[in-house]
């Protein structure tokens, strides 16, 4: 993947505050996959789609996120304890927020208007639930952004789609990609589900994973989805080599 793929990318309101890349071995990877905006570099990794269309689909990503956060302003509250899953079922239920991604064990994101996450950050409290803001540019993944997935469809569907040089895993169903175009917008409006992925790509027998644009955030949940961190003596770095 060229760096100036992953440059302009990363540009993107979504990573700008530190959240999820794309993530891919940058020597000829068997396997590539993306985590929210991530999935555009991978299906460029994979020469689903040139390199200068993701990018212009990323732009339009990004407009499109801006345009529908002004009519529904929301964002992101990511949930952190052990048995995060429950946990962040049941602040949702309570706040109206929605789950988001499914990111590791210990992190569940959830997405909302700003009521509802601050519904949550008090139901949260009530639990004696550790939450922490994370930094994004409105309710991603989640219903607050149809209106965003089918202006999104729209894009994607000007662009060519060649036929894929590797495989592409969606981390929206945690499975190889069947309809790119379809899976690509959906990633807008349905949950993350990385820890499922990393698992999925584990069982299918992928043993060394490389995060690509120099971050830690998806090294270290692919670490805590596969319990790397509670194995004595298996550091993050034998599981996790930088991009």
């Known amino acids: ?25 940058r020597s000829a990877p068997d396997i590539v996959v993306g985590h929210g905006l991530g999935d555009i570099a991978a299906l460029a990794a994979a020469r689903v789609i040139d390199h200068a269309d993701a990018i212009e689909l990323a732009r339009i990503r990004e407009q499109l996120i801006a345009r529908a956060n002004a009519d529904q302003a929301g964002g992101l509250l990511c949930v952190v304890a052990y048995g995060a899953d429950d946990a962040a079922r049941h602040i949702a239920t309570l706040s109206g927020a929605r789950i988001a991604r499914r990111d590791s064990p ?13 519904a949550a950050r008090r139901a949260a409290d009530e639990l004696s639930v550790s939450v922490v803001d ?83 955030t998806l090294g270290d949940l692919t670490c805590e989805a596969l319990g790397a961190g509670r194995r004595a003596g298996t550091p993050s770095q034998q599981l996790l080599h930088a991009g």
Do not use: N
């Not at 100036?4 to 990363?10: K, Q």
């Not at 959240?19 to 071995?25: E, I, Y």
């Not at 210990?106 to 601050?118: P, T």
């Not at 989640?142 to 036929?163: C, L, Y």
């Open 1 to 25: 993947m060229g760096d100036d793929l992953t440059a302009a990318l990363f540009s993107g309101p979504e990573l700008r505050g530190g959240g999820p890349g794309p993530f891919v071995r």
């Open 106 to 118: 210990r992190r569940v994101v959830l997405a909302g208007s700003h009521k509802q996450l601050a």
């Open 134 to 216: 994370v930094s994004a540019p409105a309710a991603l993944h989640s219903p607050a952004m149809a209106g965003a997935a089918r202006g999104f469809a729209d894009a994607v569907a000007r662009v060519p789609f060649h036929d894929a040089t590797r495989i592409v895993y969606s981390s929206v169903t945690a499975a190889p990609m069947r309809s790119p175009r379809d899976e690509l917008v959906a990633g807008l409006r349905m949950p993350v589900l990385w820890r499922q992925t990393v698992c999925a790509l584990h069982a299918a027998g992928a043993s060394r994973f490389v995060e690509a644009g120099g971050r830690r």
